[in-house]
């Protein structure tokens, strides 16, 4: 049973390039959330896709876009980047159209470590 | 808004020793609460998820419980070990499965 997957695994960029991360979920799965995590922090919410469609956002700026794909794997783009873009990003699964009390349960991948010079 | 607050931020104990992580949140609205570790440069490991409508959930060592009313969670953990050394973070969500995150308390469990 394949887990949550993140390419890459680290990135290094330079300020106002634009970047894209990509996050296979877990077999099954037909939601992808992403996250943000800077250093010693929690994870904040950036953005949820579910059925190829933006469904909820967090408080992040247009410069953070995303997508779903058919498969329902999903990317979540970065343009113009800014020093404070620098964190640990995380991809998390979950599998909604099921219903249940478990619905909501998330699964985390491993995340993408992109650091802006 | 909802907010979560972890307590500690950071706590040190001996090997063996039983301790116990806190967790508070303003909404009491939840529809879930997840209890996750994470190792440093790591992504999040699910420990408990507890529903709303439950008091308590049970893995192994860990227990974690549940008091919507008061806006509380804990995570017991027994007969600590250094494996058991990482940054718990508890998560609330309401209705539609965005997780909001307390900062976390990393534990050090020393030999």
């Known amino acids: 049973d394949a887990g949550v997957t993140q390419s890459p695994t680290h990135l290094i960029k330079t300020r106002g390039q634009q970047v894209t991360l990509r996050c296979s979920p877990k077999s099954g799965h037909d939601t992808v959330s992403w996250y943000q995590q800077a250093l010693g922090q929690g994870p904040q919410f950036i953005f949820q896709?579910?059925?190829?469609?933006?469904?909820q956002r967090g408080n992040f700026p247009d410069r953070f876009s995303g997508h779903q794909f058919p498969n329902y794997s999903s990317e979540l783009n970065v343009n113009a980047l800014l020093l404070g873009d620098s964190a640990l990003y995380l991809c998390?699964?979950?599998?909604?159209?099921?219903?249940?009390?478990?619905?909501?349960?998330?699964?985390f991948g491993p995340g993408t470590r992109l650091t802006v010079t | 808004k909802q907010e979560v607050t972890q307590i500690p931020a950071a706590l040190s104990v001996p090997e063996g020793e039983n301790l116990v992580l806190n967790c508070s949140f303003t909404?009491?609205?939840?529809?879930?609460l997840q209890w996750f570790r994470q190792d440093p440069g790591k992504g999040l490991t699910s420990l408990l998820l507890?529903?709303?409508?439950?008091r308590e959930q049970t893995s192994g060592r860990l227990n974690a419980s549940l008091d919507k009313s008061s806006g509380r969670s804990t995570l017991y953990i027994a007969a600590s070990q250094p494996g058991d050394s990482a940054t718990y973070l508890c998560?609330?969500?309401?209705?539609?499965?965005?997780?909001?995150f307390g900062e976390g308390t990393q534990l050090t469990v020393n030999p």
């Open positions: 998560a609330a969500s309401l209705r539609g499965s965005r997780l909001t």
């Open positions: 909404d009491s609205a939840i529809y879930n």
């Open positions: 998390a699964s979950s599998l909604v159209r099921a219903g249940g009390p478990n619905q909501y349960e998330q699964y």
């Open positions: 896709y579910y059925e190829e469609e933006e469904r």
């Open positions: 507890i529903q709303s409508s439950q």
